[in-house]
């Protein structure tokens, strides 16, 4: 089993897709792409029904046949659940495991998975695990991305880094120990930065990355936090039961930029969010405060009018299936009754069909209106009445230039006087912007690092082994 491990999500589904029309390769994702309302063989051999042939030519479905090889494959995954069951009513792991059994009734070699085991009970993923090994020892070929390195420890027998889009081989067979270990987030974080500061990242300092110098915020910064979040948790808006943020905690002060570092699934994203008018995540509590004082942000405008103002360039995180494959997001508040209605899904599941292609096209053409937005926002901000700015994945999709100005106007705005946070899966970026860093991972609030760091101390942050 190999395993392409790497901080950047959507970078390590694009090295997956690579190998899409070179071998019988199928992609398992992290969203379910069954159909619910089918039962498990249909779901199997969709679009491939074994047929009765009549006087030479295919005649009607030989369901037989089909419930005969559907039972043989999901039993060589480990699934014994009865064949009338609907998709619909499979657990989490199953799940996983019957879609595997459907690649491989689709006559696929190659299974890629991405996090095969997230989100996944222990007893789930232990199951997931031995399946995937189990299809390895018969002569399947299993590659399993993923950003969790003692994951990728745990099952890979080789091991690889996904970094500035190449993929690098790191861990052979037999390799194990902590000096794996060390190879591995080494790797990861770059040849070359181990023990180097971030002022060095990309081999041009803070000050050059920025077009301004970096300065101690600890020493010019007042001592009391101008915004807080005080022991803060919410629960996923799809999943209600799942926590996605637990007991966190920062603080900004007046002046200071402080990062906010996490991979997929940390939550990092989902803590400005669920504080800035409860725009993501779901039962939260905790408190915000301004000045040591608590404030409501329970609503945007409630946030705005406490002095808080957020910029978001992530898409919502949910989206209703419309015909064509197109469709449309979907806010919390409707999430309960498109989630019974089962047509609601995760963005992460969105297909390349013609109807999404054509909305991605219309969507291009918006990018430039959507940079102008975001760089007014920052220009005038120095000025304005606000005192806090939140701001998830700023600089996503934006070319070199427009980069570097963005960041020039946080210190911009930081030198105003006002308290910024930054959340991007982007380590190298934080720690070049950034008077500190706040790292969380599972939810949580890990620790920090402050400028100078490496992206090897951050890395082993957000990535614990």
Known sequence: MHVVLGVDSPGLDAVLARVVGTVAFAHVRRVSSLTATLDLADNLFLGIEPRRRFLGLPGIVDRASMRTQATALLRKVDVYSPLPMLASQLDDA????????????????VLAFTEPTAGLTDAGAERVVRALRRLASEGIAVVVASQRPSFALEIGDTVSVLSAGSVTPVLGPGDSGSDARGRLLEAMAGAGVAGDGAADVGGAGAADATGLAGRD?????????????????????????????????????????????????????????????????????GAVLIDGLPVETNTTMAAIEHGIFAIVTVQPKYRVRIVGGISAPATPSMLPALVKAGVVTRDDETRPTPGARALDAVRMRGRDDEWV???????????????????????????????????????????????????????????????????????????????????LELLSLVAPL
């Open 94 to 109: 199953s799940r996983v495991l019957v879609e595997a059994a459907r690649a491989l009734a689709h006559g696929a070699t």
């Open 373 to 455: 937005r975001i760089r007014s926002l920052l220009e005038l901000f120095p000025e304005s009445q606000h005192r806090v700015l939140l701001l998830v994945e700023p600089t996503r999709e934006l070319d070199a230039e427009r980069r570097a100005e963005v960041w020039r106007l946080l210190r911009v705005i930081a030198d105003a006087g006002k308290a910024v946070i930054v959340a991007s899966a982007d380590l190298d970026e934080l720690l070049a912007i950034s008077d500190r860093v706040v790292a969380m991972a599972g939810g949580r609030v890990v620790g920090d690092v402050g400028r100078g760091a490496s992206s």
């Open 217 to 285: 915020r600890a020493a010019e910064s007042p001592s009391g936090a101008v915004f807080e979040i005080v022991d803060w948790s919410t629960n996923d808006e799809f999943d209600r039961e799942t926590p996605v943020v637990i007991g966190a905690s920062l603080s900004a002060a007046a002046g200071e930029i402080v990062g906010l570092a996490g991979l997929e699934g940390s939550g990092r994203n989902e803590l400005l969010l669920s504080v800035f008018g409860r725009t993501a995540g779901t039962v939260p509590s």
